[in-house]
């Protein structure tokens, strides 16, 4: 229960039998005081086991005089309680920005706030909001089917949404300009690890059947170990290429974080030759352009080289760790190609592809017998 303003309507919300209940009591210092006292009749009949009186006859009964003062002692807290969802969006992409995170990510928070949660939630107060009334709605919601694909969502991208919005709640919280978040007590749902199931035959044939510029991107990206998309792959310059040590600096947008990756021999000839070609600067470029995204045409490759099953531009990564792994190369090496945080996380990922390697391990134990 508590109070709170819907377009300057100054508001009532209480819960009897778990249902919820929204009352309207007018605009402004007048509307404010007979919320105020509709509040605090509803909390002292629910504590005390009694009915929700009737709106009319608390207000019939409200010595204005009085509950005009107690507006003085409660001002900063109304202030307080009555930020929206949307206007705390706003702060957090601020605080975002200011933190240096990308433009890409930013946008990203932008169009979900504007286009989905919202949409859904509803411009409330946030410290209305509650997990039963508001949140369950939400990520029910959201495990529906998607109006752009026509999919069920993916109970990754379920998580995500909701990651997302407690991260927003909890920003909140550690500004002062909030006191709950309605997402604390959910319980993320494991999600199924990505079935890796591209081999090298196939992302040839992809290759085969795939425009020039998605050619080289993947060629690149299955060389380097890059992450695709703007975050690595597609933001790569020649410049970060040291032809005479035959190494290449890559950033992670992800991390933060640089890392320098050994170019083999083979692959240095193949960039030179396709350096001499290169107009914008960019490693991957199309018609002389920088390019953002190589989704769609990925996508249609796979069709047209009869590719049936699931499968990702990222999926070459992990091609490029699993490839490594299965010839032999140490983890720790693999880990470090791959800009991981532990080796452990590459551990954690990739052991599990690496063929024959328990078997190897129990096949050096000597026989424990006697004669």
């Known amino acids: 229960m508590g109070i709170y303003q819907r377009d300057s ?22 509307g404010q005081v007979k919320a105020q006292a509709f509040d605090r009749a509803v909390q002292d009949a629910i504590e005390h086991g009694l009915p929700v009186p009737e709106a009319d006859s608390v207000i019939s009964s409200i010595n204005f005089q009085q509950m005009s003062d107690d507006l003085v002692v409660t001002e900063t807290l109304s202030k307080r309680n009555t930020i929206t969802l949307g206007e705390l969006g706003k702060k957090y992409l601020d605080h975002m920005r200011a933190s240096g995170r990308t433009e890409k990510h930013i946008r990203n928070i932008e169009r979900l706030l504007e286009n989905q949660f919202i949409p859904v939630i509803g411009d409330k107060h946030v410290d209305t909001l509650t997990y039963q009334q508001d949140m369950v709605p939400f990520i029910l919601h959201f495990q529906g089917i998607s109006g752009s694909t026509g999919k069920s969502r993916s109970q990754y991208t379920v998580n995500k949404y909701c990651d997302y919005l407690s991260f927003i709640f909890n920003f909140g919280i550690a500004n002062g300009l909030t006191s709950v978040n309605p997402l604390k007590n959910w319980k993320k749902p494991k999600v199924q690890p990505w079935d890796l199931r591209l081999t090298l035959v196939d992302a040839k044939k992809i290759m085969t059947c795939a425009e020039p510029h998605l050619r080289w991107a993947m060629e690149v990206c299955f060389n380097l170990g890059t992450r695709p998309g703007e975050s690595e792959l597609l933001s790569l310059r020649w410049e970060h290429i040291d032809f005479e040590s035959s190494t290449i600096k890559i950033y992670a947008s992800k991390t933060k974080s640089y890392r320098i990756v050994p170019i083999n021999h083979e692959f240095l000839n193949r960039l030179k030759e396709e350096q001499k070609l290169s107009i914008s600067g960019y490693v991957i470029e199309y018609q002389g352009r920088k390019l953002t995204t190589i989704r769609k045409s990925f996508k249609n490759a796979c069709k047209r080289a009869g590719i049936t099953y699931p499968t990702r531009m990222y999926d070459l990564r992990h091609l490029f760790a699993t490839t490594l792994l299965n010839k032999g190369a140490d983890l720790a090496a693999v880990s470090k190609l791959m800009g991981h945080s532990t080796v452990k996380l590459t551990a954690d990922t990739y052991y599990h592809y690496m063929e024959g390697e328990k078997e190897r391990a129990v096949n050096m134990l000597p026989a424990l017998e006697v004669a």
């Not at 309507?9 to 007048?30: A, C, I, T």
């Open 9 to 30: 309507r100054w508001m009532v919300y209480w819960h009897v039998n778990g249902k919820r209940h929204d009352k309207s009591f007018g605009r402004g210092e007048l």
